[in-house]
């Protein structure tokens, strides 16, 4: 995404405020050097040093980092402390528990919905609820290895089941609670679950959504697919529990098969305190995430224990300079790696209290975000460019209405933060005082991989400042179940590295500028959508012949869909369609892939060969009247005529 006036603006640079450097870990741009120096070229006792802090059942037997990431020297693969033993739990709460004596501090501020719902909880609360849950879904038959689905609202259970997979050795598999049916149950099918866990409902905002409806339909997909592999569907009772008493409770019909359901109050609850963890191999997997693949099919990213524990950890601690008053809140929701990673594993392997967000950034007001941020004192504030972008929307006086002194660092992370946003952010949120961390990394990455470190590193709006090329202990150990899909997406364009798929540029200080995905994905408001998945979804419907989906700028989103669409003869391009056709990628994908602008396309611009040319229908999609050499067009006509059916608005 090129943005406006970016050239003038990079130019002004922001040092660290000298009172955070005071106290840092990094504390300037030299340490950072020396750090970054160490790790580089000496991999291995810097990761040692980093690994002293865990528990390790048995030490690892050669070296720490064992990798081939080029293909031409055969198969990609990569290992980390190979030969030891531990458990991402016991590190991740029983050491704090026990060994640093954090059992009474708060590990999670829950916020609900509606601000007058709320709960904290300690780290010795939060290791006996794991433990409950971990000897329930002991007794319901999960055994090391098998595959656990997720599909909870941002509720303390979420983090509880995660943990408890890991605790027993089961590979959790989380889904984004917006997911409609159809995608729960694609990956369901893909990780072969055993066991489905989810809620009955929850708001988000005003809208009530029906979680157990929604999971029900997708293990009715599962079984239409030939894959009935849940055999037990574990409900957290959580809005009927809140709403108690209320009309709400009737608002919420909560589908049941007696065979198939239990609630979790009925089988968490009763279950003792005390779960011996599973001691398993660093290699071992953790968990398995989707993430949007060009092809349209997603892809079941597979993260490992020991690399993942110290990379999220140690990233975590540097990149937010995290200390132990802090209260730290990212606002991503769980479901996706944002919150995997600096929600859940990195800020409790440092023993941090974070605030735990289940509602939206405006409601019940747009001053949401800054009155959580006044309640529970934050003093760290991680969220996306499209919050930002939002909620600057509103104006400076939603913000000054709270009190924001607490906050010393800001974070961004999810797509291109561009400079008016950062400013923002920077000025009307952080008053000037606090550095805005502008983190990349993707769900592959494990963690942050281009990112400043508050105190140590100048900043430029807008820009994610350094890169490095080796290997580290975060990154993905594969794509579940498909090697050659891993090798062939990220390693074989260029042998010997690790292809992000992002394009950027680097500036004479040697700073880089993530410009945006160079493939057939799509980033809007952070969520990376395939064009694949979309057109698949939107050819589902009976009056489409052919369908082609590019990106759009949007200022709130950072990138919209903008949809082609060629209809079978019989039938007439209406606005009922066009209602039709985005509920068709809302039921097949989920809400957040609803497109913006879908277009009537009488034919698509193709090359002779009968390729789709994306360039031009991008460049329909923007209005940009000069379209440079049309050469290789079959047909040069269908250009005239699709601009004659632009869509001017959404
Ligand atoms: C984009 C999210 C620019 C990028 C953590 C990447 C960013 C994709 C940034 C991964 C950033 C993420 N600046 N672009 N700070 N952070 N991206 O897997 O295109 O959901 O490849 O992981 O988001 O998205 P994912």
Known sequence: MVVPGRQDKEEKIYYPPEDLQMN??????????????????????????????????????????????????????MKFMAGAKTNMCYNVLDRNVLDRNLGEKVAYLWEGNLPAHHQTITYGQLLKQVCRCANALKQTGVKKGDRVAIYLPMIPELVVTMLACARIGAVHSAVFAGFSSESLAERIVDAQCSVLVTADGVYRGEKLINLKQISDEALEHCQEKGSPTVQKCVVVKHHTLRASGTDECNKLQTPWNAERDVWWQDIVDSESEQCDPEWLDAEDPLFILYTSGSTGKPKGVLHTVAGYLLYTSLTFKYVFDHHHDDVYWCTADIGWITGHSYIAYGPLANGATSVLFEGVPVYPHVGRYWEVIEKYGVSKFYTAPTAIRLLMKYGREPVEKYDLSSLRVLGTVGEPINPEAWLWYHDAVGQGRCPVVDTFWQTETGGHVLTPLPAATPLKPGSAVRVFRKPWPGIMRGIYGNQERFESTYFRKFPGFYVTGDGCRRDKDGYYWITGRMDDMLNVSGHLLSTAEVEGALSTHAAVAEVAVVGRPHPLKGECLYCFVTLKDSHEFTHDLVEELKGKVREKIGPIATPDFIQNAPGLPKTRSGKIMRRVLRQIARNEKDLGDLSTLADSKVVDVLFSYRCKTA
Do not use: M
């Open 24 to 77: 840092a870990h990094v504390p300037n741009f030299n340490s950072y050097l020396a750090l970054y120096k160490r790790s580089i070229e000496e991999p291995e006792e810097f990761w040692r040093d980093a690994a002293q802090e865990f528990y390790w059942k048995e030490s690892p037997s050669g070296q720490i980092l064992q990798f081939n990431f080029d293909v031409t020297k055969g198969n990609i693969s």
